[in-house]
């Protein structure tokens, strides 16, 4: 089964022009100093700087999502159990052992780590569709299950997480400060996808996203390939958790697992940005947190859901007529105007 | 005793409703082989439909049935032909488009009603039959009713009928079908529309069960792709019995374990066939595959 994730342009460019590990991180640098231009413009600004907050870290949840989901080809929509397992966990570190969040991000991100080689396991034995449906369900009994549990999670009425401004307790009067955090930890994200895209795991995902079973008959092992492949994709949201957590301070199941807003969410930022490249979701969510953003503000003052029913066009329009993504038609433009200068 | 018969039956009638929502995904799904995540929609279209031809018609809602199904079919096939026949072979792209017609049905009725809900329940739901002293609501015993006879029904059109065995075909293999001079295209378009329009069905005899609201699709989409895959793919028996399964399931883990627990122990037990016989209960071995392949 293949998807329409496939980067031909990016992989053809390797081939030409063969860069070195340096040259492909300083390209990546400068992309991001781009994506950083916003917060200087605008740091006094406290409603958009809360805006890029927001979009900066969605941009590295997608990135995250999009190791598996883009390229190893996974349809995850159960990511929202990691992204909560990790908050949780910073909080209870947080609140009930006093450990500061800087370092409660581990033991999340192990967590999380945890729980998804133990989902996966049994379900990465269905493909495509399947598997989609099958987190999904898997996100919603862990939706019922952190309502139920209420020693864990404090049940439907959540956790409230006190303000106290200082940064040993990831709290800051100013939103500047998140905004930057978010940022790094989207830089990060983006790091660590160029690494793991050159990689032996990379390649070997990507093998598995193209073909499966010619994979296996390759003599990769796949169930071990698309585990480490989701441990590292669920590592990296659990640690967006646990930011997602000290920022927003007020957690409860619905603002963790409401499939739209959080699991699927992910995936839609990456198939607007581009599945499986590595910049995509980062165009993606500094796109569509913004403009979600705008129109709730604007259509959604006049018409309840005004601004969910452009976004529902977008996303439909997007998977008929923009499958790549933006980077990916970008990079398709790109190569077939250096294709006519250099015939 | 007597509570153990009273929650059998409560467990049947909710199995009746899931399995009338099932028959149309189960169609969707498992012939046309679109993962629709908007059907819970469809339903709740349908149901707003039937309270608008209800509350400004004044035509009662199990006469409004034969208005709303067929606007259904047509809307179905519209939606087939400009969103999801351009993507029949593409999956993971089904699921964006039709997770975004979700959010576009959802916030549209949103819109328009201005998030007031609605409800036509007073009038009918109150009948109540009893009978040995237990005790079963009049609406929902039509809905078991519909059920049943739609299974049948749809059983009888697939193996009598000629358009029933070119779906039948498709399902075995599309490929081959269309070298017996079977227009594939065609077959999806109607049986696109006529899963929409069993949603319709489901949907108008729901609407005096239910408050309305635009998010009440979310109930059943989960619950209907775990009936149909519990099921089997493609099976009208597998989607009827399926959903009285899981109707007995959270009926009774409801009662017996936790009623917070009722949902998540029938997904955990979704989730379980899904892994261990992913062809599910009565669907054939392998069918869960075939049609996912790229054939064109």
């Given at each position: 089964m293949t998807t329409n994730a496939a980067p031909l342009a990016e992989a053809d460019n390797a081939r030409t022009r063969p860069t070195t590990l340096l040259s492909l991180v300083a390209r990546y640098a400068g992309l991001l100093m781009l994506a950083f231009v916003p917060l200087i413009v605008m740091w006094n600004d406290p409603y958009w700087i809360n805006i890029l907050a927001y979009a900066y870290l969605f941009a590295a949840l997608a990135g995250a999502w999009n190791v598996i989901g883009g390229f190893g080809g996974q349809f995850s929509l159960g990511h929202g159990v990691f992204f909560a397992i990790g908050a949780y966990t910073v909080a209870r570190f947080y609140l009930d052992l006093g450990v500061t969040p800087w370092l409660a991000v581990f033991p999340a991100a192990a967590l999380a780590t945890v729980a998804a080689v133990l989902i996966s396991w049994?379900?990465?034995?269905?493909?495509?569709?399947?598997?989609?449906?099958?987190?999904?369900?898997?996100?919603?009994?862990?939706?019922?299950?952190?309502?139920?549990?209420?020693?864990?999670?404090?049940?439907?009425r959540g956790i409230l997480i006190p303000f106290r401004a200082g940064f040993s307790n990831m709290i800051f009067a100013e939103r500047w400060k998140y905004a930057l955090l978010t940022f790094g930890f989207m830089c990060i994200v983006v790091l660590i996808?160029?690494?793991?895209?050159?990689?032996?795991?990379?390649?070997?995902?990507?093998?598995?996203?193209?073909?499966?079973?010619?994979?296996?008959?390759?003599?990769?092992?796949?169930?071990?390939?698309?585990?480490?492949?989701?441990?590292?994709?669920?590592?990296?949201?659990?640690?967006?958790?646990?930011?997602?957590?000290?920022?927003?301070?007020?957690?409860?199941?619905?603002?963790?697992?409401?499939?739209?807003?959080?699991?699927?969410?992910?995936?839609?930022?990456?198939?607007?940005?581009?599945?499986?490249?590595?910049?995509?979701?980062?165009?993606?969510?500094?796109?569509?947190?913004?403009?979600?953003?705008?129109?709730?503000?604007?259509?959604?003052?006049?018409?309840?859901?005004?601004h969910l029913i452009v976004l529902g066009i977008v996303f439909v329009c997007a998977s008929l007529f923009l499958k790549r993504g933006i980077v990916g038609a970008f990079t398709e433009i790109l190569h077939r105007i250096r294709n006519r200068t250099r015939p | 005793m007597e509570t153990f018969f009273n929650i059998l039956i409560s467990g049947i009638l909710l199995g009746g409703i899931y399995s009338l929502v099932s028959i149309g995904l189960n169609l969707i799904f498992g012939v046309v082989r679109i993962v629709n995540f908007a059907q819970g929609e469809i339903v709740m279209l349908a149901m707003y439909a039937t309270?608008?031809?209800?509350?400004?018609?004044?035509?009662?809602?199990?006469?409004?049935?034969?208005?709303?199904?067929?606007?259904?079919?047509?809307?179905?096939?519209?939606?087939?032909?400009?969103?999801?026949?351009?993507?029949?072979?593409?999956?993971?792209?089904?699921?964006?488009?039709?997770?975004?017609?979700?959010?576009?049905?959802?916030?549209?009725?949103?819109?328009?009603?201005?998030?007031?809900?609605?409800?036509?329940?007073?009038?009918?739901?109150?009948?109540?039959?009893?009978?040995?002293?237990?005790?079963?609501?009049?609406?929902?015993?039509?809905?078991?009713?519909?059920?049943?006879?739609?299974?049948?029904?749809?059983?009888?059109?697939?193996?009598?009928?000629?358009?029933?065995?070119?779906?039948?075909?498709?399902?075995?293999?599309?490929?081959?079908?269309?070298?017996?001079?079977?227009?594939?295209?065609?077959?999806?378009?109607?049986?696109?529309?006529?899963?929409?329009?069993?949603?319709?069905?489901?949907?108008?005899?729901?609407?005096?069960?239910?408050?309305?609201?635009?998010?009440?699709?979310?109930?059943?989409?989960?619950?209907?792709?775990?009936?149909?895959?519990?099921?089997?793919?493609?099976?009208?028996p597998g989607a009827y019995f399926g959903g009285l399964i899981v109707g007995l399931i959270e009926s009774f883990s409801g009662y017996y374990v936790d009623p917070a627990l009722k949902q998540a122990i029938w997904f955990i037990i979704f989730v379980a066939v899904l892994v261990v016989r992913p062809s599910g209960l009565m669907g054939q071995v392998g069918a869960e595959e075939v049609g996912l392949r790229e054939q064109s």
């Open positions: 049994p379900t990465f034995r269905l493909r495509g569709p399947f598997f989609a449906i099958a987190t999904m369900a898997i996100n919603e009994v862990c939706f019922a299950l952190a309502n139920y549990t209420e020693r864990m999670t404090g049940g439907p996808t160029v690494l793991l895209r050159r990689s032996r795991l990379g390649h070997y995902l990507l093998a598995i996203r193209e073909d499966e079973d010619a994979s296996r008959a390759a003599g990769i092992d796949v169930l071990k390939v698309k585990l480490v492949g989701m441990a590292v994709s669920a590592a990296l949201t659990g640690i967006g958790g646990g930011i997602f957590a000290m920022y927003v301070r007020v957690l409860d199941p619905p603002t963790l697992f409401t499939l739209p807003d959080i699991g699927v969410k992910f995936a839609l930022i990456s198939l607007i940005g581009g599945i499986g490249t590595i910049m995509g979701p980062v165009v993606g969510a500094l796109l569509i947190v913004p403009v979600e953003n705008f129109l709730r503000g604007t259509i959604g003052g006049e018409i309840p859901g005004g | 309270y608008f031809c209800t509350t400004y018609l004044g035509i009662n809602p199990y006469i409004a049935l034969f208005l709303v199904a067929p606007l259904m079919f047509l809307f179905g096939a519209a939606v087939q032909r400009i969103v999801l026949q351009p993507l029949q072979n593409e999956p993971m792209m089904q699921i964006f488009a039709t997770f975004g017609l979700l959010i576009l049905f959802e916030n549209s009725v949103l819109a328009l009603t201005r998030g007031e809900a609605h409800s036509l329940s007073g009038a009918y739901s109150s009948m109540v039959i009893s009978l040995f002293g237990l005790k079963a609501s009049g609406v929902r015993i039509v809905v078991f009713l519909a059920a049943t006879g739609i299974a049948f029904a749809l059983m009888f059109f697939l193996q009598n009928t000629m358009p029933g065995k070119a779906i039948r075909a498709v399902i075995q293999d599309r490929q081959s079908a269309r070298l017996m001079g079977i227009n594939v295209e065609r077959t999806y378009l109607l049986t696109f529309g006529l899963g929409t329009a069993l949603a319709g069905v489901a949907g108008a005899l729901l609407t005096p069960i239910y408050t309305l609201s635009p998010y009440i699709g979310g109930n059943f989409i989960l619950a209907a792709f775990a009936v149909v895959v519990l099921g089997g793919l493609g099976s009208v």
